[in-house]
């Protein structure tokens, strides 16, 4: 009978629907009390979680099964931009542990972000089950749209690039990760706090609008370390050119623009704000790594646009 009721972990898939919902945006006891508050409905804080983490799992379980449809698009497809990043979360018994977090956008000729699809797993010693999950994805929108641009869009993290170069035609560097390491140099490089902000702004416009700038910028503060004899690796000047030494072919920023590309990773790193941390990093919090991904999982379909109730949606059709 329960199985024919399509019960999910004592919960009726609506129910289920409504407790998984609410346990990706507050904590348990804010789940219990807005139940009995104003829904009159008295539940406990075990049965909220044991729903949430069973649902989590048939998200997991579906994942490589069920394809999700895109919404109605106010443009076509011109570009896609794919990233990855990772934000700490306090794990149980293991203090803080990365949790990561994956977004592909979707935009239109003018560079407009038209949908994005987010990807969040909890921590994992290699990440290959985020790493998976997000290629999953990246090769459904591939199949959608073959022939658009793609560009992969990161900080200097190695293990990034390792990943998104097998998916995407430009690599582009984060623009407000670069110009952090113009404006220690800058700061370093400069007696004069006016004559360094002249120099700061200048070198950031030259950077971002101007075909080669990167190379001239990396060849003047090179010529800066040598001229002062710079060598400490920790020294802001030897960072910035040691920075742009290793990442001069993602800063071909003229030519991101002209292709309407995007040049920054704000849309990752606003995920791992909205897609983990609003979550995970309240007062007082810790975790087991099951709940952290039964959330995660939620979390995910819950702020890609039209997902959380396609999933539902399937379940009712296809079951679990």
Known sequence: MEGAARI?????????KVISWKYAE??????????????GLKVSKKLVQSVSERVGA????????WNYRLPSLLAEVSSIGISRDGTTIPIRGEGYKIAMA????LYDDEGKRLHTIYVGCSPQKGK???????????LAIKLKYPKVTYGGIADGEKANWTYLEKYTDYQILDFYHAISYVSEYSKASFDDPDESQIWLDLSCEQLKNQIGAAQLLQLEMKDY????????KANPVTKAVTYFTN?????????????????????????????????????GCKWYRTAVDAILRARSLILTPGRWNQFWNKLSRYGF
Not at 8 to 16: C, E, M
Not at 256 to 263: T, V
Request: glycine share 6%.
């Open 102 to 105: 994956g977004t592909i956008s």
């Open 26 to 39: 507050l904590s348990g006891e804010q789940v219990v009390s807005d139940l009995w508050n104003n829904h």
């Open 58 to 65: 048939i998200i997991l379980a579906k994942a490589s099964n």
């Open 128 to 138: 290959a089950t985020f790493d998976a999950t997000l290629e999953r994805e990246i």
């Open 225 to 232: 370390a040598q001229q002062h004899n710079i060598i400490d």
């Open 8 to 16: 999910i972990g004592k919960s009726t898939p609506r129910f289920a």
């Open 247 to 283: 990442h001069m072919h993602k800063m071909e920023y003229h030519l991101y623009d002209l292709k309407k590309l995007p040049i920054g990773s704000g849309v990752v790193e606003a995920a791992c704000k909205t897609l983990v941390k609003q979550r995970f990093s309240k007062s």
